[in-house]
């Protein structure tokens, strides 16, 4: 099984573009049984964010899975988008997953929602049925790494966010918030951010617009100010200084006639319009009235910009941790693949040795040989076994993350383990998914992994058979719920590897 992802951000397409892939809603669900039904995709999750519409699969052919949610995605838009997507497979989209997940492919770096976000995708898409134990593993690992760069280095230090930024574009343009009136249209999380923000910059009134009025008098209690249903939107619109929108309604909620009509009777005062929403909520053609400052989240990158910089060598050192996460997923994938050809070479050899110890013996305990030397006799028997086969083992394990398919199959053909007893026993004895839990310390640390384990030297012996716990040990590791806006913990601390 392979992982995939194939999707569309800002760093790739405009906002235009990125609204026409907006799930909203029970779209998501209906959009990952598609993905099930049409494509056979049973472990996804899809990623759908202001900045971002992504989907990240298990499956066997990846390439071609990506193609097809590539061509899914383009007929959802209705038009030829093509030029827009991007689509990655193996450890590429390993990388690409835990770069969202860290923040360091956000638009503003290092803010801390877009974890919480990637949470709350992959426990929708479990509490929907469509995410199996597979894709389950992946995503733990990713919040493990998210977590381990923000411990690690000062990426999430004095954190921002896009409502942050939103803000700082704000006071651009009024120099002093203080007393100044605003109006949020939406009652969630990220209006809900931006009315802290403008709290601490001195802002003293606001009017809350939202569709469900009992979440904005929520919202509006919190701030000492005044609940409204949307139907108030285009009065307010004629006093307020400051308007920050984020819902997730299917078109406009304020209209280039809407802002004409209110200007003629704000008698030239500036009016102040973030869009946080995607799609939008602000009707871009109201840029052009006198007066109104309006944007929208892709003009917030100019700001954000300015965060990017400051934070750059933070970012150099999470990638860092990010290529080491990688390339430890990647060695314990390659050294599990060529686990059952070290595993069958020794157990194919113990049995030639142990069936000509037989051999042997019967001929000296018919000489009168005391039964003690038998011992003796299966010690010598390993030790050659041992020693015959140590450089084997050694090249075919350190081949393991260059040619190893390769070696292996040569080996396989070399030693006579095609179709072999060994052969057969040596498999994994499960193929649903190739993610293998690691206890303990993540595969980066240099930890060995429980489960495929390979017959040391010490291990090879006639009667011993490789311990059947110790098969299944690594595949029993879960995830515990409780990890906040999520349901999903890092699996106190343990990690999991292809």
Known sequence: MELFVTGISHRTAPIGVRELLAFRGEEMETALRDLKLVFGIEQAVLLCTCNRTEVYGLVEKASKAAVCVADWLGQRAGRDIRGY?????????????????????????????????????????????????????????????????????????????????????????????????VMLVGAGKMCELAARHLLDSGVVRFVVANRSEGRARDLAAQLSGEALSLDHVPRLLEDVDIVISSTDAPGFLITREQVLAAEKRRRGRPLFLIDLSVPRDVDPAVRKISNVHAYDVDDLDRVAGENRRNRAAEADRAALILDEEVEGLLSCEHSRGVAPVITSLRRHAARIAEAEVDRTWSRLASMGVMPEAREGLEAMARAIVNKLLHEPTRVIRESAVTDGEDLSRTARALFGLEGTKEARDALPHSSSSSVVAVNGEPPSRKQEMPSSRVVSESDTGFAHEPREDARHEGAKAGVEPGDEGSGVADMDGRGSAW
Not at 148 to 167: L, M, P, Q
């Open 85 to 181: 997507l991007y689509s990655k497979t193996g450890a590429e989209a390993f990388t690409h997953l835990f770069r969202v997940a860290s923040s360091l492919d956000s638009l503003v770096l290092g803010e801390p929602q877009i974890l919480g976000q990637v949470k709350a995708a992959f426990s929708r898409s479990r509490q929907h049925g469509f995410a199996g134990p597979g894709i389950e593993r992946v995503f733990s690992q990713a919040f493990r790494v998210a977590k381990r760069v923000r411990s690690e280095t000062h990426i999430g230090k004095n954190a921002v966010s896009v409502a942050f930024v939103g803000v700082e574009l704000a006071k651009r343009v009024f120099e002093d918030l203080n007393g100044r009136s």
